[in-house]
């Protein structure tokens, strides 16, 4: 009997030590490729943020944790020492150290296909101090530093080097929680987990991202329990999932902002009829005008049915630079009305909005409501919504005179709307990008360069929110609508946690 | 015959470089793929350099020339956005769509072809009516439609099939393994409704013209038992207007399976050439658009084979 009873036990011990268990996730769009410093695109960051690691990661709040550094240090405004972590092993059993951190930045800059030189840019030197030792020199001081470096994914120079660049993209070998088994494109990527992650073994054996982009499908997935958890979760299927009693919904609040842009800067613009001829947003009490009279609350409710948070800024608040003094202004068609009376356009004008209708949630959708909503307030909006692949040649051209857009700051950090969007537009300094509004302000712009500068966090946040005030607030430089939420649905068997940066980050589910 | 084959081989390569020119005209007109390749913290010189790695800051002419050139090397150019061969980044999804339009074409034949002459022996038969009524149905219901109810049933509802995606693959197919099979059920009877249907009315249309020409009456006058006078004479001489629409309507499959792989899932070309038209992806779409081609052309001369074995009078 006591023999029996042994037997039992360690059959049962082998049963549970033999059970691999899986986590099955079902993305509403896939990986375009397995070099992580090749295409900078949310999914495929995602995805490969499994594989690889970074000096430094984003927690779920998008605050800056220690990855493979253990520490740094920041002696002068321009020399960063980072000190890295000992006894990390990449996946085919070679050792990290300061070698492949000098590879991996040198490579991003050299390679001219990369999509990370955005994140790298800032950087002059990467030495080698000791194995375990790097010295960052930077060409300015830099404050947004770190926050860049959690997009630089460490690779193994011994694996890499020599290597073509279609090899790199098929063989994915970084120091993470999961290593690659295979991709089968368009279908599912899978991987298992590493045993000697340094921060310990990740629960889940294995990991498998299946790419379920029709909506219905991903729902129909979770639904019938073939996968453990969805991203972009429809919103007409919310309701739908929460009444499920084996499934849990999440709203994490993401850090895209729509919002509106219009041509700030020709006499006469192409896409708009006005009586007198002239470019009618070029007067700010136009531009106000169009901020009172849209009613967000009636997108929110009805377009994104609830899932959308108004904005009256460019950072949702857990962006550096957010200013909790800036409030949206309640909708006012008769202010608006006022407004445009006061610029001399008291019957309003014509204008044709530009949307993109496969970029952002319900983009198109959104262009519409808004053209109805100015419609009551006297201005003939034509909404041109076209796919993303001809929306952003046409407004990068400044082919436009109203458009809709949308901004994510990625870093986490309000600099990267305010260099990008907000300052004026400048090819030699790199600024202003997407101001395809080309909206300018002397002060405005001189603030933002002083804050990109500035290694004061205090004061630097004081110069961000000063700029941010007088380009939206005095100068409605443009429209904000709404930031994004993500939505996800989960099998009640696991622990999810939802990230501000809308990754999936596998090892923090349980 | 020789002759025959060598000029439609001339044919199909002139036909291919029209096409690749036409193509690679388009995508160059349609935009700039740096503007969605490129992150929005990219500045102004990192666009210029991606253009040039790219190769798509020449003239029309000297990309158009560079890319024939390659052509000549069998290379049709690395995609913009995997980054790997473009024509590898088409055949690795090439089976999973041969293999849909493969099972759902057979499983059309299969069905289609005899509730088509059922319903053409004896037309005002209850079970006739029924078929056609079916048919109907599955010529009107768009394929959309249809996946989702069988999802819904079959997935959401009783679990006894997978929603989505292709499950083991074995030999480049799915039909081999029993997870495979399960996988395929629903696209492949999603897929072949359609078809399925067609080929039923155009059987049975064929098979009712046929069975009251002069021949029939007189082989049954003759005595010739009824099952050799449907199944042999009549059959044969209604297949020849079916061959032609199932070479098209295979065409079709392969080209259009879109939106059934869009539904279950499934890793095929179709999926992959509409996200690469979205992304301006020029060497996916020529790539994938040539292949497409190819096959249409093939199945052309399949067909016009065919005819000379189903009907001695057709002469290549």
């Given at each position: ?61 998008i605050k ?77 001081a830099f404050p947004v530093?770190?926050r ?105 609040p993401?850090l895209?902002l729509?919002y ?24 700010v009490?136009?531009?106000r005008?169009?901020y ?17 948070a108004p904005a009256a800024q460019f950072h949702p608040d857990v962006v550096v630079g957010y200013d909790p003094t800036i409030k949206r202004v ?77 901004w994510a700051s990625s870093d986490g950090d309000g600099s990267s709307m305010l260099d990008g969007v907000v300052h004026s ?6 600024y202003g990008?997407?101001n395809?509004?080309?909206y300018s302000n002397a002060q405005v712009d001189k603030l933002i360069e002083e804050s990109d500068g500035n290694m004061n966090p205090t004061a630097r946040v004081k110069q961000m929110r000063e700029a941010q005030k007088i380009a939206i607030v005095d100068d409605q430089n443009i429209i904000p609508?709404?930031y ?27 | ?316």
């Open positions: 009997m006591k023999k029996l009873t042994v037997a039992v036990a360690a059959l049962a011990l082998v049963g549970t030590i033999g059970f691999a268990k899986t986590l099955k996730v079902g993305l509403a769009s896939g990986a375009y490729t397995m070099d992580p410093q090749a295409f900078n695109e949310t999914a495929t960051n995602s995805i490969l943020s499994n594989i690889f690691d970074t000096l430094v990661r984003f927690d779920e709040n800056v944790h220690p990855d493979l550094a253990e520490s740094w240090s920041n002696p002068e405004p321009k020399v960063w020492i980072i000190k890295l972590r000992k006894g990390v092993k990449f996946h085919n059993g070679n050792t990290f150290n300061a070698d492949d951190v000098v590879f991996t930045f040198d490579r991003i800059k050299n390679w001219k296909k990369s999509g990370f030189k955005g994140k790298v840019s800032m950087i002059d030197k990467v030495e080698k101090i000791d194995d375990y030792t790097v010295k960052f020199t930077t060409k300015k530093f770190l860049k470096l959690t997009y630089v994914n460490m690779l193994d120079k011994e694996t890499v080097k020599g290597k073509s660049d279609e090899w790199i993209g098929l063989h994915p070998i970084g120091t993470g929680p999961y290593k690659f088994v295979l991709w089968r494109k368009g279908d599912q990527i899978k991987f298992k987990a590493n045993p000697n992650y340094w921060a310990g073994k990740a629960k889940f054996d294995d990991l498998i991202f299946r790419v379920l982009s029709n909506n219905a499908t991903r729902t129909a997935a979770i639904l019938s329990g073939e996968v453990d958890l969805i991203n972009r979760v429809p919103v007409v299927d919310v309701n739908r999932i929460k009444n499920n009693s084996k499934l849990n919904t999440f709203v994490k993401g895209r729509i509106l842009q219009m041509d700030q800067f020709r006499e006469k613009t192409p896409y708009v009829k006005s009586p007198t001829g002239k470019n009618p947003f070029l007067d009490r136009v531009r005008a169009l009172y009279g849209i009613n967000e609350d009636a997108i929110i409710k009805y377009i994104m049915k609830g899932f959308a309640k909708y006012d068609p008769a202010k608006a009305k006022k407004l445009l009376a006061e610029a001399g356009y008291p019957n309003g004008f014509s204008v044709v909005l530009d949307a993109p209708n496969n970029r952002y949630i319900n983009d198109a959708q959104i262009a519409q409501a808004v053209a109805s909503s100015l419609a009551k307030i006297g201005i003939k909006v034509k909404v041109n919504a076209t796919p993303k692949s001809s929306f952003f040649p046409k407004t990068a051209k400044q082919d436009t005179s109203f458009f809709l857009i949308g537009k400048d090819d030699v300094k790199g990008r997407y395809n509004g080309k609508l709404h994004q939420v993500d939505i996800y649905a989960s099998s009640k068997k696991i622990k999810f946690v939802p990230r501000t940066d809308s990754r999936i980050w596998a090892y923090d589910i349980k | 015959m020789l002759k025959y084959i060598l000029n439609r081989l001339f044919h199909s390569v002139i036909v291919m470089f029209v096409i690749s020119f036409i193509v690679f005209f388009i995508m160059f007109k349609a935009g700039d793929p740096v503007q969605l390749l490129l992150p929005p913290d990219a500045t102004q010189q990192d666009v210029i350099e991606m253009r040039h790695a790219l190769g798509i800051d020449q003239s029309f002419i000297k990309q158009y020339e560079a890319f024939l050139k390659n052509v000549a090397k069998g290379n049709l150019g690395n995609s913009f956005v995997y980054g790997q061969p473009a024509l590898d980044v088409v055949f690795e999804r090439l089976p999973a769509t041969l293999e849909l339009s493969v099972l759902a074409m057979i499983f059309s034949i299969i069905f289609g072809v005899p509730l088509g002459i059922i319903a053409s022996i004896k037309p005002k038969a209850w079970y006739s009516k029924a078929i056609m009524f079916l048919s109907l149905s599955g010529i009107s219901v768009p394929v959309f439609w249809t996946g989702m109810v069988l999802v819904l049933i079959f997935s959401v509802l009783l679990g006894w099939l997978p929603s989505s995606g292709r499950g083991e693959v074995y030999l480049f197919t799915s039909a081999f393994t029993w997870d495979g099979i399960k996988h395929l059920i629903m696209p492949v009877l999603t897929l072949s409704f359609f078809q399925l249907a067609l080929i039923l009315r155009l059987t049975r249309t064929g098979m009712m013209e046929v069975m009251m020409q002069d021949y029939i009456k007189l082989a049954t006058a003759k005595g010739v038992p009824r099952r050799v006078v449907v199944y042999y004479h009549a059959l044969k001489n209604s297949l020849i207007p079916l061959i032609t629409v199932i070479g098209i309507q295979f065409g079709q499959l392969v080209a259009f399976t879109i939106v059934t792989e869009t539904i279950f899932a499934w890793p095929g070309t179709g999926k992959l050439i509409i996200d690469s038209i979205q992304n301006l992806d020029r060497p996916i779409v020529v790539a994938y658009l040539l292949v497409i081609s190819f096959i249409f052309v093939a199945i052309n001369f399949i067909v016009d084979i065919l005819y000379t074995f189903v009907d001695p009078r057709v002469r290549v």
